[in-house]
């Protein structure tokens, strides 16, 4: 069966994830700040996906090219490893604070525009085959994303991801997810900016293929740490934050490559580098959960008679 991947949503100055976990599946955004990040990496991830930073350029709108960020992506793939397997996405425009269905429609045209653009660009430019593009799906309501999804197969795309996702509550999100698998396939489908739990939990059990998530390292610089089975967040004693989380002076037994060494640190409020070491713990940590889901999956999975399975 094949398991959710998890993308660590990297930046430049965020932990080196795939040096502590060899082969961990990275999301990197191609935006001024992260130059030639691979090269600083000891073990280079073995899954990559670029993304075009749209955030970043709906605020510096003259940036956003198509052309450039595609070369940027290039650039960024310059110091990669040659086998590993990466997908590639075009800039969307995003419609987090739209209220108007008219600019809603807009920005959802030109998303299909910029990924049209982009398709050709991936063409001409004949790259190895492990290298695979990403069209965006993008919508308000179904049949938008129906709408976005049809356009974008027939310019090509094979793989997917959806985006606007984060403003919205858990059971439209989930909602949202199920439908674009159903259309696109769960095993083609990419879901960009996920933190809750319920949405991981419930994309394990569609079999979607892959999703990203910079919660490890958000939560590391609120000062929280991460702990499994069952999953539980703790503010450190330290830190000033006024925050009804519960708050924890000693740390518990843990075999992340932080805690196998010295646990206390994880404790240390700042300067950065402990945030690092935090966001590093934390990674292990809901990546153990996600884990965990996988299992039940395949529990529940081989507990239904062959006859039953459709
Ligand atoms: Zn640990």
């Known amino acids: 069966m ?62 956003a090219r198509v052309k450039d960020i595609f070369s940027r992506q290039l650039e960024i793939l310059q110091d990669g490893a040659a086998d590993t397997e990466v997908r590639l996405v075009h800039v969307d425009e995003p419609m987090l604070n739209m209220k108007q269905l008219r ?15 982009y398709m050709n660009l991936f063409s001409s430019a004949q790259l190895p085959q492990q290298i695979t593009p990403v069209g965006v799906i993008q919508g308000f309501d179904l049949a938008s994303i129906r709408y976005s999804v049809l356009e974008l197969k027939k310019i090509g795309y094979i793989n997917f991801g959806i985006g606007s996702l984060l403003a919205r509550r858990p059971q439209e999100q989930i909602a949202f997810i199920t439908y674009a698998a159903e259309l696109v396939g769960a095993d083609k489908l990419h879901v960009f900016g996920v933190t809750g739990l319920k949405q991981i939990q419930k994309m394990v059990e569609l079999g979607i293929q892959s999703f990203d998530s910079t919660r490890p390292t958000m939560a590391a610089a609120f000062f929280q740490i991460f702990y499994s089975n069952p999953f539980r967040t703790y503010l450190i004693d330290q830190s000033n934050v006024n925050k009804k989380i519960t708050r924890i002076d000693y740390t518990l037994p843990c075999d992340c490559p932080i805690c196998l060494e010295r646990p206390d640190d994880l404790l240390i409020p700042t300067p950065r580098d402990y945030m690092k070491l935090r966001s590093i713990h934390n990674y292990y940590h809901l990546k153990k959960t996600i884990q965990q889901f996988q299992h039940e999956k395949e529990r529940v999975t081989n507990a239904v008679p062959n006859v039953l399975r459709s």
């Open 103 to 117: 600019d809603r429609y807009k920005a959802m045209e030109k998303t299909i525009f910029n990924a049209y653009e």
């Open 2 to 63: 094949k398991a959710l991947d998890f993308y660590v949503g990297w930046s430049h100055s965020d932990a080196m994830y795939s040096d502590y976990f060899p082969g961990c599946p990275m999301l990197i955004s191609a935006v001024p700040d992260n130059i030639r990040p691979l090269r600083r990496f000891k073990i280079k991830p073995k899954k990559l996906i670029l993304d075009s930073g749209a955030v970043f350029y709906a605020s510096h709108p003259e940036r």
